[in-house]
Nanobody, 114 residues
Framework: QVQLVESGGGLVQPGGSLRLSCAAS????????MRWYRQAPRKERELVAT????????TYADSVKGRFTISRNNAKNTVYLQMNNLKPEDTAVYYC???????WGQGTQVTVSS
């Protein structure tokens, strides 16, 4: 059974940085592309970033391009999201998932506020 455990969220000031982690288990991690999503209060969940199984291709939503970086370590079954120059509009619960989507984890809260 697919299990995804997100961590690394917190409260940060505008302009700050956070690194999110997603520990995966229950499937052959190295054969799946992975994605980060986020859901802000009263908004639909949106796709933030995608990375291929080998990590050689990455794509981003326009709203985070140039500020966020998705990466992965297949030896550790973990995908990361480095978030720099954070803005209040980045405040959301962040989730990772496989491609195609499987079970959702609990997510990790990111709050950007002064």
């Amino acid at each position: 059974q697919v299990q995804l455990v997100e961590s690394g969220g917190g409260l940060v000031q505008p302009g700050g940085s956070l690194r999110l982690s997603c520990a995966a288990s229950g499937f052959t991690f190295s054969t799946y592309a992975m994605r980060w999503y986020r859901q802000a209060p009263r908004k639909e969940r949106e796709l933030v970033a995608t990375i291929t199984s080998a990590g050689d291709t990455r794509t981003y939503a326009d709203s985070v391009k140039g500020r966020f970086t998705i990466s992965r370590n297949n030896a550790k079954n973990t995908v990361y999201l480095q978030m720099n120059n954070l803005k209040p509009e980045d405040t959301a619960v962040y989730y990772c998932n496989t491609v195609p989507r499987s079970n959702w984890g609990q997510g990790t809260q990111v709050t950007v506020s002064s």
